[in-house]
Nanobody
Framework: QVQLVESGGGLVQAGGSLRLSCASS????????MGWYRQAPGKQRELVAG???????NYADSVKGRFAISREVGENTMYLQMNSLKSEDTGVYYC??????????WGQGTQVTVSS
């Protein structure tokens, strides 16, 4: 019963910043785990940042120290702040609640392109 919509992607130069937003139709407190996933050209989709309903976070090694995941539960919105962007950060970023039954919930994705 949860729909997710991403926004905030775009074109940015290396070293710049972007903030992605994920608007949820339901309360974030009811979702055990949510995350941002990235699919780069020619690569497998990977989890870049995750957050639990208890506020615990984790990050892919490639983005540690540069990205920050957060939630505003009153707005039903999850964010991904991306700093010091690199060309290898380029890809389609998806907001997801993959553990929701029966199939999980996924947004449509937002394109992030980092130029050098």
């Amino acid at each position: 019963q949860v729909q997710l919509v991403e926004s905030g992607g775009g074109l940015v130069q290396a070293g710049g910043s972007l903030r992605l937003s994920c608007a949820s139709s339901g309360s974030l407190l009811s979702i055990t785990f949510m995350g941002w996933y990235r699919q780069a050209p020619g690569k497998q989709r990977e989890l870049v940042a995750g957050i639990t309903s208890g506020g615990n976070t984790n990050y892919a090694d490639s983005v540690k120290g540069r990205f920050a995941i957060s939630r505003e539960v009153g707005e039903n919105t999850m964010y991904l702040q991306m700093n010091s962007l690199k060309s290898e950060d380029t890809g389609v970023y998806y907001c997801a609640a993959p553990l929701l039954r029966p199939k999980g919930s996924w947004g449509q994705g937002t394109q992030v392109t980092v130029s050098s």
